[in-house]
Structure formats: structure tokens, C-alpha cells
């Protein structure tokens, strides 16, 4: 009751926190739920880039009932204002598998409390098969909008439906630890002709054969031994490996030079995803002539849709500020091409380096000597080294310390010990002294006779006890209130010696914990970058939470658990070793 009592309130107490954890995780508020609906529209799914799972994706009645017309009419036939609903309405008729995409007067803001809205009124439609690029002005929205469509973004008004499953690219390239090939499969099957021209188109041929172990090239934590242009065409290649309907690419040409983006936009979105649906947000206006339909947004609303000549002629402002963009985008391209030579510069070299060291590596390594492997965690295993106690102990205070902590242990235990025994001597004694004064009053019934050589008997009628005692060894029997001051004195020095051995043990685990925890600590703030190059974090925060954990609150109470047992066991096998 005394040990398992104070456990099970802290098990309780953990538990309920954990409880309450969970439930408010639980209680968060879901994504927009998409579902799949059969019939007229067909099987509508929206499947997100990299997930297997199809997140589900309804299309609304009345956006079947919007669209009357698909056929006829196309958005580029006409520059098209915010007013899509009635756009729609005019031009409706034909299902909505007829649209990849229909968005309908999208209110949408990222948070409740913003005074602005992220998306004002926004309605589109993008046809199977479709182009559409997405420009204008920074945080203007466009990223926003692909995220409406991901149901990432909550809407407060308007509906969205999504004819087909969709892959996404998004804006920032996001990898994860792992080889290039995990990276660009995704947990997909490898289909090697699909891979190799997935390769192709987002030119990483060449990258292939510059890094060490060509695409089984561990890639590191966010791809940190990656260039920039190399984490874009790798996310990208994701997206597009992924066989889906709609493609939704947030602006995958900005991270590379104008050679590699022209290679990926003719190859890899006009080439291998033609017949696609492909939502193209982009910075990079000189390829919008190529697009079926244009979409400017501007302060998160559409200000106009059309194809590149349709808006050229339109006379109006935005045509203007299209033409002034795309001047500024060229510029801005050639600053950027500088500015990535030298940074592919400087990763082809040091791919060349580690090439270097690596000969004979390939586009896919099928060596399975060269194959790199993911540095596993390390734990050791068998018996703890006395230097790691000695780094544990020396965190914790000096050595004198530490014999101050242990001799008061050790202490603690020898009084706990002596007042054991000293109950027992006690209650032998009494025994003695009851037999003793029988004996010499010889008026008990119970004595069975006199002293005899020594030694005095006693049996009890009752309860069948005997027994018998030398009067020479215990002659002399110490008083009752000597033993009871005594056995005082051992209680009270068990409860003071505890409680200082435990404040002074515990103070100095509490010690070793924050002083191997700082120099953890310090340590990681001056490591190079290539530790964390090497080091996922994950590893690194499982040192400072799970670890550190074990060092606070587990290792005290097993070590002192164990002192204590030690003792003991030391104090009760002395006895036997003198038999
Ligand atoms: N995840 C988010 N949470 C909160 N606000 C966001 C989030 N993403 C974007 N925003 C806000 O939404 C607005 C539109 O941003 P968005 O990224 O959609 O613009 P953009 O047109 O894609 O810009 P860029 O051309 O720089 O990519 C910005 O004011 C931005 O601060």
C-alpha cells in the first residue's frame, strides 16, 4: 500500500493527462470533408499527392445543376470578371465530369479572426485535359487557391468540386529522409518506365549521375545535401510519378534556371502530362502563351480569365500590368540564372567530389555494394562501462561528494539494519528476563524446576512453549528503558539519515541530469552544420526528450533502489560469512 499507493496516483494523474491530450486532438476541428459521389457526375476523388488515401471529395447538386453547357463554351473564349456564377449559369448544361474543377463563389480566409479574406468570390472552372495557369502578384492568393481545392483551406462560402484524383506539388519542395528514389516513388510501386521517363522530364538524368549513389543517394533530413533546384525537380517528380487526374503545381519553375525550366515545362508539363488536368501556378510569364487559360488573381480575387491573346487584346489595365510582369519576370529570370549557376556551381562540384570518391556509381545504382543505408539509431547493448558511471557521478558533484552521498546511504541503511536488529536482540532479551525472574522467584507453575548447571527451564502449560536459558550468558540482561532509548535513537537516526541521504542523492542525480543535459545542450548549439546534415532531428530530439527522460526520473530511483538492496544484503550475508 505504501509503495504501490503514491505510484498509482501518479499513473492516474498521467493518465488523465494523456486523456485530455487526446481528446482535444481529437476534438480538433476535421478538414473539409470531399466525398465521393456515383451517377452522373461519376466517381469523384480527390486523392492529395504522396497519400494512397483518397480524401473524399462531393460534388454538390447544385453545381450538377450550374452546368448546362460544357461543351460549347470554353472560359478562353471570353475575358471573364469575378461574376463566374452568372458565367457558369450562362454557359452550364453538361455535368460536372465534364469540369475537373468547378469552383463557385469561394469566400475563403485562413483564419476566422482576419480582417481580410483570402479568397473573395472566387469562381472557375478548368476542363479535363486543360492548362490553366494561376499568376499574379505576390500573396496574391494563388498558393491559397490550390489549397481551397486541396480542402487544406476551410471555406466560409462557395463550394469547390474536384472531378478526379489529384496530385499536388506544392510551392516549398518537401522531402524527407530518405534515398532520392523513396522520395520520388512515395511508397508507390516502382513502374521502371514510368520512373525513367519521370526522370527524363524533370531532367534529373544528369543529377543521377552527379550524386554518389545516382537516385539510391540518401538525400538527408529535408534534403539538406540537395541544391535548391534539385529538391524542386525531385518534389516535382514526385507529383507527377503519381498517376492522377488533375495535376495542381505550385509554381515548380521558379526554383531552377530558365534552360531547366523551359526543359520541364515543354517536356514535363506540355509533354508527359499532356491530356491532364494541370493547375500551373507560376511566376514565369513568358510560358503563358502555351496555356489554355489564364487566371489572374489579385488581392484573392479573379480579375480576369482568359488565354494570353484574349487578355494581350483586351485593352484593359491588367493586360498592361501582364506585359510590365512579364518584362520584370524576364529580368528577374536573368538575375536568378546567375544566381543558380553559382549554386549548381557549387553543388556539382561537391557532387564531383563525392563522385570522386564513389566512382563508379550510375543513374541507378544497382551495385548493391554502393547502395547507401540509412544510418540506423545506435544503441548499445551488455554491461553498463564504469566510465559512464564516472561521467554520470562527475556530472553530479566532485568526490567528495559523491562519498558524502554514498556514505550517508550506506549509513541510512546500517540504522534501518540496526533497528531491525535491535527489535530482535530486544525481544530476546525480554524472553530471558521473563525466564530469569520465574526462575529465581520460583513461585511460577511454569518453571519446571530449579537451576541446574546454569540454566534455567520454562514451559508454558497453555500453550506447550518451552524453553530454556544460561543464566552465566545472560547474567546480565540490559533495562527495558535502556532498550527502549535505544531503539528510540535507531528510529530517529533511520528517519534522519534518510531524509538527508535522499535530499543529498536525489540532489545530486538532479545535478548530473542539468549538467549533462547543458553540456548536450551546449554541444549542439556549436555542432557544424554537417552534424545536422547527418543527424536527422528526430534523433536528436529523442536524445534530449527520451533520454534525458530516462536520466531524470528513471536512473535516481533504480540506483538508489539499488544502493539500498546492496546494503542489505551486504549487511545480512556478513553474519553467514562469519559462520
Ligand atoms: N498557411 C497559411 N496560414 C495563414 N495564412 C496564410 C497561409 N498561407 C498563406 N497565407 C496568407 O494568405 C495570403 C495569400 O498567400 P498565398 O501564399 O496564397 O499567396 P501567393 O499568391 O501564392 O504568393 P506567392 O506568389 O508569394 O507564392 C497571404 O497574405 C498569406 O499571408
Keep these: 500500500m505504501t509503495e504501490s499507493f503514491p505510484l498509482a496516483v501518479i499513473e492516474v494523474a498521467e493518465s488523465t493527462v494523456s486523456i485530455k491530450r487526446v481528446q482535444a486532438f481529437l476534438l480538433n476541428e476535421e478538414v473539409a470533408s470531399a466525398a465521393t459521389q456515383e451517377g452522373s457526375c461519376g466517381k469523384i476523388t480527390t486523392t492529395l499527392e504522396g497519400s494512397n488515401k483518397p480524401c473524399e471529395c462531393r460534388c454538390s447538386l447544385n453545381d450538377t445543376e450550374l452546368v448546362k453547357d460544357p461543351v460549347n463554351t470554353k472560359i478562353s473564349d471570353?475575358?471573364?470578371?469575378?461574376?463566374?456564377v452568372d458565367r457558369l449559369l450562362e454557359k452550364t448544361g453538361g455535368p460536372t465530369s465534364k469540369k475537373s474543377i468547378v469552383i463557385t463563389n469561394v469566400t475563403a480566409k485562413w483564419m476566422e479572426d482576419l480582417p481580410k479574406n483570402t479568397l473573395t468570390d472566387v469562381s472557375l472552372d478548368v476542363r479535363p485535359g486543360e492548362l490553366v495557369a494561376v499568376v499574379g502578384p505576390v500573396g496574391s492568393g494563388k498558393t491559397s487557391l490550390l489549397h481551397a481545392i486541396l480542402k487544406e483551406l476551410p471555406l466560409n462560402s462557395g463550394s469547390i468540386s474536384v472531378g478526379g484524383s489529384v496530385s499536388y506539388a506544392s510551392q516549398e519542395p518537401w522531402l524527407f529522409t530518405g534515398s532520392v528514389r523513396q522520395n520520388i516513388l512515395?511508397?508507390?510501386?516502382?513502374?521502371?518506365?514510368?520512373?525513367?521517363?519521370?526522370?527524363?522530364?524533370c531532367a534529373l538524368e544528369?543529377?543521377?549521375?552527379?550524386?554518389?549513389?545516382?537516385?539510391?543517394?540518401?538525400?538527408?533530413e529535408r534534403g539538406v545535401t540537395l541544391s535548391g533546384g534539385q529538391r524542386a525537380r525531385i518534389s516535382l517528380a514526385r507529383a507527377i510519378y503519381k498517376e492522377a487526374d488533375i495535376y495542381l503545381l505550385d509554381d515548380p519553375l521558379s526554383a531552377v534556371d530558365t534552360r531547366v525550366g523551359r526543359h520541364l515545362f515543354e517536356d514535363c508539363i506540355c509533354g508527359f502530362l499532356v491530356g491532364k488536368t494541370r493547375v500551373l501556378v507560376t511566376h514565369q510569364l513568358q510560358y503563358l502563351h502555351t496555356a489554355d487559360d489564364i487566371i489572374i488573381l489579385n488581392n484573392g480575387a479573379v480579375e480576369a480569365v482568359g488565354t494570353f491573346t484574349k487578355l494581350q487584346n483586351s485593352g484593359l489595365d491588367f493586360a498592361k500590368q501582364l506585359e510590365l510582369e512579364v518584362g520584370e519576370t524576364m529580368d528577374d529570370?536573368?538575375?536568378?540564372?546567375?544566381?543558380?549557376?553559382?549554386?549548381?556551381?557549387?553543388?556539382?562540384?561537391?557532387a564531383n567530389r563525392l563522385q570522386h570518391q564513389n566512382s563508379g556509381s550510375s543513374?541507378?545504382?544497382?551495385?548493391?555494394?554502393?547502395?547507401?543505408?540509412?544510418?540506423?539509431?545506435?544503441?548499445?547493448?551488455?554491461?553498463?562501462?564504469?566510465?559512464?558511471?564516472?561521467?554520470?557521478?562527475?556530472a553530479g558533484g566532485n568526490c567528495m561528494v559523491i562519498l558524502l552521498v554514498f556514505g550517508l546511504c550506506v549509513l541510512s541503511q546500517l540504522a534501518i539494519s540496526g533497528g531491525d536488529y535491535w527489535m530482535s536482540y530486544w525481544s530476546t532479551v525480554e524472553e530471558h528476563r521473563l525466564i530469569?525472574?520465574?526462575?529465581?522467584?520460583?513461585?511460577?507453575?511454569?518453571?519446571?524446576?530449579p537451576i541446574v548447571n546454569d540454566t534455567a527451564s520454562y514451559q508454558d502449560s497453555n500453550s506447550g512453549y518451552s524453553a530454556t536459558t544460561d543464566v552465566a550468558e545472560w547474567g546480565?540482561?540490559?533495562?527495558?528503558?535502556?532498550c527502549i532509548y535505544v531503539y528510540s535513537g535507531l528510529v530517529a537516526s533511520v528517519i534522519i539519515l534518510s531524509v538527508c541521504s535522499v535530499i543529498c542523492f536525489f540532489t545530486m542525480c538532479m545535478r548530473a541530469s542539468i549538467n549533462l543535459h547543458n553540456a548536450m545542450f551546449t554541444s549542439i548549439t556549436r555542432?557544424?552544420?554537417?552534424?545536422?546534415?547527418?543527424?536527422?532531428?528526430?534523433?536528436?530530439?529523442?536524445?534530449?526528450?527520451?533520454?534525458?527522460?530516462?536520466?531524470?526520473?528513471?536512473?535516481?530511483?533504480?540506483?538508489?533502489?539499488?544502493?539500498?538492496?546492496?546494503?542489505?544484503?551486504?549487511?545480512?550475508?556478513?553474519?553467514?560469512?562469519?559462520?
Design 186 to 201: 512515395f511508397g508507390q510501386p516502382m513502374d521502371r518506365n514510368r520512373y525513367r521517363q519521370v526522370v527524363r522530364v
Design 206 to 220: 544528369r543529377d543521377f549521375q552527379l550524386l554518389p549513389h545516382g537516385d539510391r543517394t540518401i538525400v538527408g
Design 78 to 84: 471570353k475575358i471573364t470578371t469575378v461574376d463566374t
Design 527 to 579: 555542432a557544424t552544420m554537417r552534424f545536422f546534415n547527418s543527424n536527422p532531428s528526430g534523433q536528436i530530439l529523442n536524445r534530449f526528450s527520451k533520454d534525458m527522460g530516462t536520466v531524470d526520473e528513471i536512473v535516481p530511483l533504480t540506483m538508489i533502489d539499488c544502493i539500498q538492496r546492496g546494503v542489505l544484503y551486504s549487511l545480512t550475508s556478513v553474519p553467514h560469512c562469519k559462520v
Design 436 to 449: 530469569m525472574s520465574e526462575a529465581n522467584s520460583g513461585s511460577s507453575q511454569n518453571v519446571t524446576g
Design 476 to 482: 546480565w540482561l540490559p533495562s527495558r528503558e535502556t
Design 333 to 350: 529570370n536573368l538575375n536568378r540564372m546567375s544566381a543558380r549557376s553559382s549554386d549548381d556551381c557549387v553543388s556539382q562540384c561537391s
Design 363 to 394: 543513374e541507378v545504382s544497382s551495385v548493391a555494394g554502393s547502395i547507401p543505408e540509412m544510418a540506423a539509431e545506435m544503441q548499445a547493448r551488455g554491461s553498463v562501462g564504469s566510465r559512464v558511471y564516472w561521467v554520470y557521478f562527475s
